[in-house]
């Protein structure tokens, strides 16, 4: 299982960008999927996770209304957009996997593969 991350770079505060999270190997429509992030010293958080069968979404607080996660199955891939960023949103970001087609884990730990992360810097 293969999962790769794009999208991420820099960006001033206010702006977006939109994370992908391609699939090889496997289908994504397997899974739900997850992204989590980490900043520099703080824990990883899971920041939003999408289902299968109903694409039902879940954001943390600290992302609700700011961040939408979408998913297209035919390109076998999970999306992140992310508007109105603030300087707290820099971490590097990732996507995994739930062990779980309708399962989103409320602790990070449960993810199962993961990508190699894309950095995401929110900077004036």
């Known amino acids: 299982l293969q999962l790769v991350e794009s999208g991420g770079g820099l960006v001033q505060p206010g702006g977006s960008l939109r994370l992908s999270c391609a699939a090889s190997?496997?289908?994504?429509?397997?899974?739900?999927i997850g992204w989590i992030r980490q900043a520099p010293g703080k824990e990883r958080e899971a920041v939003s996770c999408?289902?299968?069968?109903?694409?039902?979404?879940k954001y943390a607080d600290s992302v609700k209304g700011r961040f939408t996660i979408s998913r297209d199955n035919a390109k076998n891939t999970v999306y992140l957009q992310m508007n109105s960023l603030k300087p707290e949103d820099t971490a590097v970001y990732y996507c995994?996997?739930?062990?779980?087609?309708?399962?989103?884990?409320?602790?990070?730990?449960?993810?199962?593969?993961w990508g190699q992360g894309t950095q995401v810097t929110v900077s004036s």
């Open positions: 999408i289902s299968v069968s109903d694409g039902r979404t």
């Open positions: 190997g496997f289908t994504l429509d397997d899974y739900a």
């Open positions: 995994a996997t739930s062990p779980y087609s309708d399962y989103c884990p409320a602790n990070v730990i449960e993810f199962g593969s």
